[in-house]
């Protein structure tokens, strides 16, 4: 029985990651978790009621809900607020115990070459568990 932690995000790729993911699921069972976290600017309260950036989060995780083709009691979704990605999702990963976190990334579209930004280093570095990472040079 698996237990994965995907990050869903408007920015990198996930579409790939979910299915590969719902694949684990379908064979092995499981819950695939879909989390997307809206990054909350300093001087704003971090729970502040940010009504437009809580609805763009929800359509992300239904998207990806719909996309994952998978039983009610095999998909769990979470909206989370945070100051930065990394931190909340090694303390949810922690909370949930998976077998696998699954990230990626796209091109940066600035410069067109692949940074790999802070958050993603700090799930690496702090991750107790596997981190399959996905990186979509072609977008």
Not at 64 to 83: D, G
């Given at each position: 029985m698996s237990?994965i ?9 996930t579409?790939i990651?979910?299915k590969?993911?719902s694949?684990i ?6 819950v695939l ?10 001087g704003?309260s971090i729970?502040?009621?940010?009504e ?7 359509n992300?995780?239904?998207?990806a ?8 009691n095999s ?7 945070a100051?930065?990605?990394g931190?909340?999702?090694i ?15 796209s091109?940066n579209?600035?410069?067109?070459k692949?940074?790999?930004?802070e958050?993603?280093?700090y799930?690496?570095e702090?991750a107790?568990c596997?981190?399959?990472f ?6």
């Amino acid at each position: 029985m698996s237990k994965i932690i995907l990050l869903v995000s408007k920015f990198h790729e996930t579409n790939i990651m979910i299915k590969n993911a719902s694949e684990i699921i379908k064979t092995h069972g499981g819950v695939l978790h879909l989390i997307y976290v809206i990054k909350m600017k300093m001087g704003v309260s971090i729970d502040a009621e940010v009504e437009n950036l809580v609805e763009e989060g929800e359509n992300y995780l239904d998207e990806a809900t719909q996309t994952a083709k998978l039983p009610r009691n095999s998909i769990e979704t979470q909206l989370l607020q945070a100051r930065n990605i990394g931190p909340a999702i090694i303390y949810e990963s922690n909370l949930i115990n998976p077998d696998i976190i699954y990230l990626g990334q796209s091109k940066n579209y600035d410069n067109e070459k692949f940074l790999l930004d802070e958050d993603i280093k700090y799930i690496f570095e702090n991750a107790k568990c596997d981190v399959v990472f996905f990186y979509n040079k072609n977008t």
